[in-house]
Structure formats: C-alpha cells, structure tokens
C-alpha cells in the first residue's frame, strides 16, 4: 500500500509496541482468555484507544485508515490485543453522527483521556444477523428511560464504563422503533453479566451477556431521535467492518511469516521444505490473497475518510468477507505447512486458525455480507 509520511511513521511505531509488549504475551492471553489490562493502559498512554476522538475533544483525531493501520500491525501477533486498538470506535460513532453536540461534549472528552473502555451492545439471543427482530425495550417515564431485556456477544461490555445499548422504543419489529442509549453499567442499578462466554479462539477479548432488569437511562442518554438508533448502529458497524478486515490481514500476514520462517528452517529429503514446489507454491498463494485482501481494505478505508457512504456500505461487507475469508484460507495452509507441528500449541499458528475463525461470524457473518453486496449490485 501506498501510505503517506506519517501513516508510514504511525506504523512503525505501532509495530515496535506490537512486537515489544504483544508478540510475549499472545500466547499466555489466548491460553488463559485473559482480558490484557496492561496494554489497555498502554494503548491509552499512545492514544490507541480513542483513536477516532476529534481534536476539539481532546482526542487524536485519527481517522479509518490509521484504526485499520494499528489493527493490522498488532493482529500480526493476537488480533484479540488488535481489537483493543481502536477499541472506543463503536461507542464514539453514534455519537459523532447522531448525537448532540451537548453529549460529544460530556463524553468524548472523557474518552481522548485514555484507559477508558467502551463498547457497543446490539446482538441478543434471537437478534443476531436480524437486528430488527431486536426485543429489549425501553419504555419512556417521564424524564428517563426504563429499559428491560437481554443483550448477547457484548465484546468488553462486562469490562466497559459506558456502553451504546440498541433497544426497542416503537413497535414490536423491523428497525424504525430502535434507539440508541448510553449506559453506564458499572453506576446503574439493574445492569447484571452472565458467564464469560468460552470460544474457540479470539480469546482474551470478553463477551459476557448484559441482563437489564428495570434500568433507568435519564433521557439526555438518547443518542439522537427516539428510533434512529437502528441506523446509528449501521453506520458505526459500516465503520467498523473495514478494522476486522485490517485484523485478518494483519492475523494471515503473521501466518505467513511464521510459515516462511519454518520453511526454510524445517529441512526432509535433506532440503528445506520450501525447496519443494508443494509448498513454494502455497506460500505463493498465501501472500497473492493478503495483498489483494490488504488493497481492498486500504481503498475501503479511503472511502470511509472521504464520507463516501454509499460507497463505503458495499466496500466494508466485501473488505470484512474477502479478508475473514482470506484469513481463514492462509491460517489453515499454515498448519499445513507446519505438519504436525501445526497442530501443537507449542507453535502460533494453531492458534491463529481458530482466531479466523470467528471473524467469518461476527460484526455480520458472511453470509449477510454477501446479501449486503448482491443488494447493492441487483439494485
């Protein structure tokens, strides 16, 4: 890719951190589904985190492209510590194009401190690719909101000091009666958090369901109009969708070298490996598919720097699909190219394979990115 001065200089700096305090601990954090605090204070001191916080608040002012940047660069090594990167992006969206500037205000300043984790809640148990099917409610009494309900696959929330909660204001379906809400779980009563749920891979990145029992939200928490949330939440996972193909370029590209590595390392018939056409030829077609992945990720997050949202719709489904795709194609030729040793746990690439995995299922599986894409052709 073709990056500017300062990207190239934000890289670097981003990939020194990685390999200095992320490559020693991928492994531990994966094998204990630890949340890894440290570099949550880490990533906030380098203003990582709230990345996308506008300089007027305090923030950094970076932009999609930089979130995609620090995402690739850290998921090289666990994209579950490439999440945290960025990590504010979901809750400060709805706010910067749905809110008031009153709440921007209250909030972002808060977030372009640092160490502050956020997060999003939309998905429920029978609401996952069918958000409209969505039934927490919130029931407007007097100056707040009451909200009751359940709220499922909430990345960080059992961690987070606010959350953007999604929940029913009008109607019993489709997407016009939902509304976005800022919460604060850890200050209102009737917020309670289920089992931390064990996955196959991307671990040390917590979901925990959220129970809301009786929850009341002063009104000022309304982000925006009474049912627009639905399309906050779009907007923000438009957004979003681009950093998840960044984390499985990043998460293939370190496939790929640890396979190089052990290929000319690992020697059988008395040559290396990668001497055999076998194999050659694989590594070859590893690196083909993340440099077709990373250019479509970079031109999506172009679009997402110039406001193209039309453009950005289509792009974001095909640069989270083709990339969780890709990922999982390279991660899997990986463990092939290590043999038996692939499948240990003594080597990473086991480990990236089940974190592939889950990005072909959340932030919209790839089925819905699919319908997204012939949509939009077929229109």
């Not at 204070?41 to 492209?65: I, S």
């Not at 409209?132 to 499922?152: C, E, F, H, L, W």
Request: net charge neutral.
């Amino acid at each position: 890719m073709s990056f500017t001065e300062e990207q190239i200089a934000f890289r670097d700096s981003v990939r020194r951190m990685a390999e200095k305090h992320v490559a020693p601990i991928a492994a531990e954090v994966d094998e204990h589904d630890r949340f890894p605090t440290e570099l949550v204070k880490l990533y906030g001191e380098m203003g990582l985190m709230q990345l996308w916080v506008p300089e007027k608040y305090g923030g950094p002012e970076g932009n999609l492209t930089l979130v995609c940047i620090a995402r690739e660069e850290i998921s090289r090594f666990s994209p579950a510590c490439g999440a945290i990167a960025g990590l504010n992006t979901m809750f400060i969206m709805p706010l910067l194009h749905f809110g008031t500037e009153e709440q921007r205000q209250r909030f972002l300043p808060i977030i372009a401190r640092g160490g502050v984790v956020t997060a999003i809640a939309i998905s429920e148990p029978q609401a996952g690719s069918d958000v409209s099917a969505m039934a927490t409610r919130a029931v407007k009494d007097g100056d707040s909101y009451v909200i009751n309900g359940r709220k499922q696959w909430c990345s960080y929330g059992v961690d987070a000091d606010y959350i953007v909660l999604m929940a029913r204001t009008q109607g019993d379906g489709g997407g016009d009666g939902i509304s976005a809400f800022v919460i604060e779980p850890k200050k209102m009563k009737g917020i309670t958090f289920g089992r931390h749920e064990r996955k196959m891979g991307w671990r040390g990145a917590p979901n925990t369901p959220i129970f809301l029992d009786n929850v009341r939200v002063p009104a000022e928490n309304l982000i925006g109009e009474e049912g627009k949330g639905f399309r906050a939440s779009l907007r923000a996972l438009d957004l979003n969708r681009p950093t998840i193909g960044a984390q499985c370029v990043g998460l293939a590209q370190g496939a790929l070298d640890a396979s190089v590595a052990y290929a000319k390392e690992r020697k059988q018939f008395k040559r290396s490996i990668g001497d055999f056409q076998g194999i050659s030829f694989m590594l070859a077609d590893m690196a083909i598919q993340i440099e077709a992945a990373r250019a479509l990720v970079y031109e999506c997050a172009r679009a997402g720097d110039e406001e193209d949202w039309q453009r950005l719709n289509t792009l974001a489904s095909m640069a989270k699909c083709f990339g969780s795709d890709m990922a999982m194609k390279v991660t899997t030729d990986a463990v092939q190219v290590f043999g038996g040793y692939g499948y240990t746990m003594d080597y990473p690439v086991e480990r990236m394979m089940r974190d592939a995995k889950l990005a072909q299922i959340f932030e919209g599986t790839n089925q819905i990115q699919r319908m997204v894409i012939a949509r939009d052709l077929l229109k």
